[in-house]
């Protein structure tokens, strides 16, 4: 088999369905594995317990498909130069901020068939290759995986940047049985910078690298169910889904790429709405306005939720 016209191969399909940049890992994530015992030991994963209860098959990606011995990983680029700047819509308090990954469509369902189309290509090229696709979706160690397949490395913040693309975009998985060759690892180039650190609201980045959830506003509004606690309401401003300032202060981000495909563009002004026309919204709005979006996910209460704690700091209530 020569494995280098086959990565060749790979790239231009990938190109061809959108994908920016592929990279291959091997399955030895013990570094990762240490990272992650430490940080769910300190309770930063608040409620996530799927981030433990799958046990060591999140870090032993051969326990959760059998035979893996490599991972291709892809980066897809969602973010586009035409959209209004986030910081521009937190200045704004009768708007909503949304992190700009949620304002167009669902990425979970394209990207995942994305996948399955390029790894059905590599099945019709090479006999025997087995796979099982991820995106956001199973117990999959994405990021430190991305590292390792050269996509780019674990900034500060704890997400993936490149230095050609800054870190606005999705990750996806392919776990194959297939000896590819590796790709080199990611160098680290955050160097003494610490302005993601600096800049969150909520002084979620307790360290480099170390993010505690339960304080962090994408946690907060997305994750978390039930109340939020009321020391974080007024740093949460106009957040009402997740939360992209430590994205946004980060020089890589200069770089970032506009996405190769249009479904990310914003929906129903999802770029800059009106707070006041959301809260208006009954559940059955909710529903209709939010089909196709990830927004959907985290349901109508948390919604509400997090629109009545921005309505209350822009009315300057305490
Ligand atoms: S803001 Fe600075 S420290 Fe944070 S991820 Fe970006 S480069 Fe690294």
């Known amino acids: 088999m020569n494995y280098t016209a086959l990565i060749n191969q790979i790239n231009k399909w990938a190109t061809e369905l959108g994908f920016s940049q592929v990279g291959i890992s091997d399955i030895d994530l013990s570094e990762a594995e240490a990272h992650l015992k430490n940080w769910i030991e300190k309770g930063f994963h608040g409620q996530m317990e799927f981030m433990h209860k799958h046990g060591s098959m999140r870090t032993h990606p051969e326990q959760l498909v059998e035979d893996t011995i490599r991972i291709i990983s892809l980066r897809f680029d969602y973010s586009y130069k035409s959209v209004i700047p986030y910081q521009e819509i937190l200045k704004q308090p ?18 995942r068939k994305k996948l399955k189309t390029l790894a059905e290509k590599i099945k019709q090229e090479i006999k025997g290759f087995n796979y099982r696709v991820f995106t956001d979706s199973a117990p999959v160690m994405e990021k430190a995986i991305a590292e390792k ?29 297939i000896p590819l060759p590796i790709s080199k690892k990611a160098s680290f180039h955050c160097g003494t910078c610490t ?29 978390h169910k039930g109340e939020i606690p009321k020391e974080f309401h007024k740093a949460i401003g106009n ?5 992209d300032d430590c994205q946004m202060v980060c020089p890589w981000n200069k770089f970032s790429c506009d996405s190769k495909v249009t479904d990310f563009l914003p929906r129903n002004q999802f770029d800059e ?10 559940e059955k709005t909710f529903l209709k306005r939010t089909e196709g979006s990830p927004i959907r996910r985290i349901g109508y209460d948390s919604w509400r939720r997090n629109l009545e704690i921005a309505y209350l700091n822009k009315r300057g209530c305490k």
């Not at 993601?196 to 170390?210: E, S």
């Not at 339960?214 to 509004?221: D, E, F, G, V």
């Open 195 to 223: 302005k993601c650190i600096d800049a969150c609201p909520t002084k979620a980045i307790v360290a480099p690298f170390q993010v505690d959830a339960r304080r962090c506003i994408s946690y907060l509004t997305i994750e």
């Open 273 to 282: 709405p009106d707070l006041k026309e959301l809260l208006s919204w009954d």
């Open 239 to 243: 957040r009402i889904y997740g939360c």
């Open 94 to 111: 009768n708007k909503a901020a949304i992190s700009r990954y949620a304002m167009g469509r669902d990425y979970h369902k394209l990207i």
């Open 149 to 177: 397949a050269g996509i780019g490395w674990i900034g500060k913040h704890s997400n993936v940047i490149n230095t050609k693309s800054g870190s606005y975009f999705f990750l996806g998985e392919i776990y194959t049985n």
